[in-house]
């Protein structure tokens, strides 16, 4: 399960600004909510992030000037 809840936080990441509080906060929660989930890491991955974005406050990372240069 450990090897999902990491895939889930690197995913998470890179889709919401968190502050590292907040990533400890979000890590707590998907580690709780996968606890009985089973033992396949892609579907605990992917019911993770599912989890998260649920809960997530729609802070999602715009892209900036730099990410825009062709």
Known sequence: ???????VMQTYGLMVSLTAKQEREARERVSRFLEDKGADEHKLALEGLRHLLGRSTKRRRTASPQDCVE
Not at 1 to 7: D, G, I, K, S, Y
């Open 1 to 7: 399960m450990q090897t999902a809840v990491e895939r």
